[in-house]
Each structure stands twice: as structure tokens, then as C-alpha cells.
């Protein structure tokens, strides 16, 4: 899986390196000890919950139908090409 994760990397680097997470998270990941918790004290409930209430912040149409899945890169770039 390591090798398909680095392609997936190098394709994603390319297209658009400012909003590579690789590139962009891998920096402050490193200076974290390992087995910590990168999100400790915040549950997959309480995601949803800011996710949704940022989107209906922004008047974002359906805004409680999203979850945090739709958070992935291609979810984003759809909705922000579709001027949302």
C-alpha cells in the first residue's frame, strides 16, 4: 500500500503542491511524537457537527447533508468549481 500512497503523492504534489496534504501536514506530523494523537479530544461526532455548522455559516445549500467524507479533496474542488 506504501507504493500506491507514494504515487497518489507525487500525482497530487504535482497538480496542486500548496494543498498537497503530503506537503502540507507531513512538516507538522513529523514534530509529533509517534502514537500520539494528531485529533486527540475531537470525536468523529464533533467533526461532523463544525463541519456542518461552518458550512451553513458559509450558506452553503444542503449544508446538513454533507459529511465529513465529502471533506476529501476532490468533494472540495468539486464544490468550489461549482461556485459554492
Do not use: N
Not at 27 to 50: E, H, M, N, Q, Y
Amino acid at each position: 500500500m506504501r507504493v500506491a500512497t507514494e504515487v497518489m503523492h507525487v500525482a497530487t504534489h504535482f497538480s496542486a503542491q500548496a494543498t498537497c496534504p503530503v506537503c502540507v501536514l507531513g512538516p507538522i506530523v513529523d514534530k509529533v511524537p509517534a502514537g500520539t494523537a494528531l485529533f486527540g479530544g475531537i470525536s468523529a461526532a464533533d467533526a461532523l457537527r463544525w463541519l456542518r455548522v461552518l458550512l451553513t455559516g458559509l450558506g452553503v445549500e444542503d449544508a446538513m447533508s454533507y459529511g465529513t467524507h465529502d471533506f476529501r479533496r476532490g468533494h472540495a474542488l468539486d464544490l468550489q468549481l461549482s461556485g459554492e
